[in-house]
């Protein structure tokens, strides 16, 4: 599945009312969403997240894109393994619900990198690893004016296996 050079603007109705939502129905014919490209894409002033993905999700590139005010955050990585999040911008997040980059329980090989923070006020950190996400890599973020309502800081890690390294706060 490529998702390129697309917005999604000021999505709302049905739950999780995300811009971009790679959530796969159980039993469905062909189980999972796997191989996924979300690049050069715009995703502002959803309800929920700009990209929300959970359940059999895997092999996800998301890279290129700018997101923008979303209600609930950028970024909702679920249960999904091997995804990349690299050289995104987030931006304008007003005391967004979630993280604007949040790794989920049970999320297992993310890598989030050579990213763009800037102007985000979020009730949590900006990059959170939620409980038991596995082998998370964050490194390389730019963080600019971002103001955090709770005491997690720009990063939030609580998972094993986490490498954080050359991120600029």
Do not use: W
């Not at 990209?51 to 950028?74: E, L």
């Not at 995804?83 to 997040?93: E, L």
């Amino acid at each position: 599945l490529r998702i390129l050079a697309c917005e999604y603007d000021s999505t709302t109705g049905t739950a999780p009312q995300s811009g971009i939502d790679l959530e796969p129905n159980a039993g469905s014919a062909i189980s999972g969403v796997k191989d996924v490209v979300i690049s050069r894409c715009s995703l502002r002033d959803n309800a929920g997240f700009g990209v929300t993905m959970t359940q059999d999700t895997r092999d996800v590139v998301i890279s290129g894109n700018t997101f923008t005010n979303c209600d609930r955050g950028g970024v909702n990585i679920g249960t999904a393994t091997n995804v990349n999040v690299t050289a995104n911008i987030f931006t304008g997040f007003d005391d967004a619900d979630d993280a604007v980059a949040f790794l989920s329980t049970g999320a297992k090989r993310v890598n989030v990198s050579a990213n763009n923070f800037y102007d985000c006020d979020t009730g949590t950190a900006a990059i959170d690893t939620g409980g038991t996400t596995e082998n998370a890599v964050i490194v390389n973020n730019t963080f600019k004016n971002i103001g955090i309502v709770s005491l997690q800081g720009a990063i939030s890690v609580d998972c094993p296996g986490a490498l954080i390294a050359g991120n600029h706060i």
